[in-house]
């Protein structure tokens, strides 16, 4: 930890004092110099915080000093005791969410709101494989789904890590360490393969996927826990006609309808506690290195939450 210069909020922009901070794969990516979207070193991490506003920039309207807010900062600097971030990325809070529940959903359930919703449509009836389905966003992707309608069939790789995805709705979740997955989702729909995929882990679990979707089915890459997904894409895709998408939450329109429309959908389900917010430790400042190692050890079933300054 270091000492660096206080933070002034630009035009359309707003300082936030940090209580907590939520930790997302990305950060150990950039912790290890592998994110794919480069923000130079040296960086203060930390792409999601809540906390309260304490200075408002110009041409920003509708927020005040001492606002309870979230945010996704896509610049990171969260894991800090003040962050700047743009005012239309701001969430507010209500006073029934808590800051440390405020900094464990905005990207993870964004993400997951836009998967669905989005770059693509989850109508009732559709059935999706959704790989890392016992970690944070897999969780969010789980019940999103299963409120819009559509069955979940989730992959793990460590045991423990399916409790959580079955109680929140998935189907079935198969351990990839102990069953072929591909084999086991093709029984489960009948020899038809799904309807859609989202997948965070890239390289040889996205490879074999391909096998276990429909004709004309869509495929949502989310991240490369294993490795990036290997070239030869377009030879899985064009045997069934397959859609594939890339899809990064910072590349939204922030200022869009489409955008606030999923955070009132995700904020007000929090508020009304039918989407539970899956946090599974939250770490004092002094100890993000273990928080990291911890997120790295593969046997996180939920959220990671950094206490910068606490409530």
Request: net charge neutral.
């Amino acid at each position: 930890m270091a000492d660096t210069p206080e933070p002034t909020a630009g035009a359309g922009e707003v300082v936030v004092a940090v209580a907590f901070g939520g930790c997302n794969f990305a950060d150990t990516m950039m912790h290890k110099g592998t994110y794919p979207h480069p923000k130079g070193y040296p960086i203060v991490a930390g792409l999601e915080i809540a906390g309260r506003v304490t200075a408002v920039g110009p041409d920003v309207s509708g927020v005040r000093i001492g606002d309870r807010v979230a945010a996704f900062s896509e610049g990171a600097g969260g894991f800090a005791e003040r962050c700047v971030v743009s005012a239309e990325r701001l969430i507010r809070l209500p006073d029934g969410i808590g800051l440390d529940v405020g900094a464990a959903f905005p990207i993870q359930a964004l993400t997951a709101w836009h998967i669905l919703h989005t770059v693509s449509t989850t109508p009732a009836g559709q059935t999706m494989l959704v790989h890392a389905v016992g970690g944070g966003l897999g969780l969010y992707v789980t019940q999103l789904a299963v409120m819009a309608g559509a069955r979940v069939i989730g992959t793990v790789g460590t045991t423990g890590k399916e409790r959580r995805a079955l109680e929140y709705g998935a189907s079935r979740v198969i351990n990839r360490e102990q069953e072929d997955f591909v084999a086991a989702v093709m029984a489960q729909t009948g020899g038809r393969g799904v309807d859609k995929i989202v997948d965070s882990t890239g390289a040889s679990i996205l490879d074999r996927s391909f096998a276990a979707i429909r004709t004309l089915g869509h495929i949502v890459s989310v991240g490369e826990a294993e490795g990036k997904p290997f070239t030869n894409l377009w030879e899985r895709l064009v045997p069934k006609s397959l859609t594939f998408t890339r899809f990064h939450l910072g590349h939204s329109d922030f200022a869009s309808a489409q955008w606030r429309a999923g955070v009132d959908a995700v904020v007000n389900a929090i508020a009304a506690g039918t989407l539970k917010v899956p946090i599974e430790e939250v770490f004092p400042f002094e100890r993000v290195a273990d928080m990291y190692a911890r997120l790295g050890s593969r046997q996180v079933a939920g959220k990671l939450v950094l206490a910068v300054q606490g409530a």
